[in-house]
């Protein structure tokens, strides 16, 4: 067979079809046409998930009857552009393809008119030809139809998906430009039926709150900005209440334009490490200015992947964006509930004096008991009898002296009511927002975890009078040997001691009561399943258990009795605590049960 030139029209065909791959494309493009055409109204409309059907109507600057002539044609943009354009133009290839593309795999009709025209103009278009050309009466602003996509390229045809996927392609790009442009009025119609109306706004959190479902906009909280090496980061991301099994929720957007890029996904998600559980993700939005020149678009029309020149610093930038917003967020959680009203203050119910008191009992039988206690922490009175010194956990010991601190007055700002504990495993804390119900242990873990970082190697120890004998297996403590270095970080001083006993020496003063013999033993079984992982990984494994599993040993337990001064100071000692919302294992410290959730449950509202 001898070499030939395929005929323009063809050769058109097969370059439309190699970058127009699905009806997505086509609505990208037309949306960002009518974006540059400074649209502030942007009404997409589909049918078939685009493949029979597509409609975007603007209100922009509508085009010229030469202009509107003219933009199909290969390479016509009335856009600036040189080479060094190149990185920042996010269309079809390059300018002035894309119109001539859809042009050349379906079946265009456009309608457009300029402000000061009393008539608009109406073209169809197929195969890059104009077919008719009439003056119509419309709007200024410009509406293409796109119908029977690849109706001349059966092929392709063939490779379109379901109605369904190919819809959620458009849903997914249609939000993402929603989350770009908030003060556009965007709207999106399916087969007629109207699924998203977004009237301009103001922030990005109340697109989020058009675009999502209720449970998700409840828990969005805005980004708190951060300009720093010439990156900016704004966005939104949820709290640690919210969560999902994917990361479908990740938008990201560098300069306005959407990319996908795994660095950036990994950055927020390390923002909420050990906030949220394994395989559960947040959702968010971020937005990230930078220099065009420190990022490699890829230009290729079919993908969104980006390269950037230093990624660390956009990653760290993220990941502070996020810990921070989250470190406020729970800040705020455990701000004061309210400040006593004088009016009301009265003997408190439960007091040494009177411990048989009963509330119920006493409530009905005389008026005086409908007085509520509101201090807001009470220090006088205990829900069960004073508990025992031995019952009072070393780490919570409470100064004896009043507290001398010079913070004194803040701290004692940042008051809570404390109702009391719940079956010697919660803390139950009257909020403003309604009732906080935090998990003494996670808590307390979460407090002795961040301690434990913030100490490493300089842990304060106490040499044990008698050391203390831990036997293993003659393997196990072969094993083991080569890494007591892991313990001696952790304030566990220890050596080998004949064939099979390891004798530890000294231990942290946090640890006096923990099981050292579980610990040690816990210890050669993550060395044993996890010495596949190159060597810096396998330490850092090795010590983030270590610390993990020594904060959950020495933290309060359920069961647990703990005194008012107690659970205020593990409350004092969370609110300065990092990533105080979830334990070090992904596990929530606490609840809080909305007023309105409590006044829907006694249906004191509907
Ligand atoms: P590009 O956007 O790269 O210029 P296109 O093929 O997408 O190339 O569009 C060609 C030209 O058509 C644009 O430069 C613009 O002048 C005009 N145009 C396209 N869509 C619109 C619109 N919705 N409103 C006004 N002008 C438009
Ligand atoms: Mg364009």
Redesign the pocket.
């Known amino acids: 067979m001898s070499i030939r030139f395929l005929s323009p029209e063809d050769a058109q065909k097969v370059a439309a079809g190699e970058v127009v791959e699905r009806p997505a494309n086509i609505v990208k ?2 949306i ?3 974006i ?2 400074h ?1 502030t109204h942007i009404e997409l409309s589909v049918a078939n998930g685009g493949k029979t059907h597509i409609r ?1 109507t ?1 209100n ?4 010229s009857e030469a ?2 002539r ?3 044609e290969r390479h ?4 600036l ?1 040189t080479f060094n354009d190149l990185p920042t ?1 996010s ?2 290839g ?9 042009c050349g795999v379906a079946k265009v009709t456009l309608t ?1 008119k300029q402000q000061g025209e009393i008539e608009g103009l109406q073209l169809t278009i197929q195969e890059g030809k104009i077919l008719s050309s009439k003056t119509v009466a419309a709007p200024v ?2 509406t ?1 139809i796109v119908d029977d996509l690849f109706y001349n390229i059966p092929a392709r045809k063939k490779f379109l998906k379901t109605t369904a996927t190919e819809w959620n392609q458009i849903v997914a790009l249609f939000k993402a430009f929603c989350l770009t442009y908030p003060s556009l009025h965007f709207v999106l119609l399916h087969d007629n039926t109207q699924v998203y109306n977004c009237p301009p706004v103001t922030t990005l959190h109340d697109r989020v709150g058009q675009l999502f479902d209720p449970a998700l906009s409840a828990s969005a909280l805005t980004l708190s900005s951060t300009e720093d090496k010439g990156i900016s980061v704004t966005g939104v991301t949820t709290n640690p209440h919210y969560s999902r099994y994917d990361r479908g929720g990740l938008y990201f957007f560098v300069n306005k334009r959407l990319v996908k890029n795994y660095q950036l996904a990994r950055a927020v998600l390390k923002g909420f490490c050990n906030v949220l559980p394994a395989n559960k993700y947040p959702f968010a939005v971020i937005h990230l200015e930078i220099d065009p020149l420190t990022v490699d678009v890829n230009i290729h029309p079919k993908k969104e992947e980006v390269l950037f020149l230093h990624p660390h610093i956009i990653e760290q930038a993220i990941t502070k964006a996020i810990t921070t917003t989250l470190e406020q967020y729970m800040s705020q959680r455990l701000a004061p509930a309210h400040k006593p009203n004088p009016l009301y203050v009265s003997e408190p119910f439960f007091t040494p004096n009177n411990p048989g008191f009963d509330p119920f009992f006493e409530r009905s039988i005389t008026p005086h008991s409908y007085n509520f206690p509101t201090e807001p922490i009470a220090k006088t009175f205990y829900l069960q009898e004073p508990p025992s010194e031995t019952h009072q956990h070393p780490l919570l010991e409470i100064p004896k002296e009043p507290f001398q601190d010079e913070n004194l007055h803040a701290v004692e700002e940042v008051s809570y009511r404390i109702i009391g504990q719940l079956h010697k495993t919660y803390l139950l804390l009257e909020h403003k927002d309604g009732m906080l119900v935090i998990d003494q242990h996670a808590a307390h873990e979460r407090i002795l975890y961040e301690r434990f970082g913030k100490n490493f190697g300089k842990t304060e120890t106490i040499q044990l009078l008698f050391p203390l004998i831990i036997t293993l297996s003659p393997s196990d403590l072969a094993i083991l040997i080569p890494y007591a270095s892991l313990l001696h970080e952790q304030g566990i001083q220890c050596e080998q001691f004949g064939e099979e006993q390891l004798r530890i020496t000294a231990v942290p003063v946090y640890a006096k009561q923990i099981p050292l013999q579980e610990l040690v033993q816990e210890l050669v079984g993550w060395i044993k399943e996890n010495d596949s992982q190159p060597a810096a990984d396998f330490f850092k494994t090795l010590t983030e258990k270590m610390r993990a599993q020594l904060a959950c040993k020495a933290a309060v337990k359920a069961g647990d009795v703990l005194t008012m001064d107690a659970m205020e100071q593990l409350l004092r000692d969370l609110q300065t605590t990092e990533r105080r919302f979830s334990c070090p294992h992904g596990r929530p410290t606490q609840w809080l049960v909305s007023t309105h959730e409590i006044e829907k449950k006694f249906k004191r509202i509907a």
């Open positions: 493009e037309l960002e046409n009518s540059d055409a649209a975007i603007d922009g600057t509508g085009m202009d509107a003219l933009c199909f016509a943009t009335s856009k552009f133009v269309t079809f390059f300018r002035g393809e894309a119109l001539a593309s859809v457009t602003g410009t293409f």
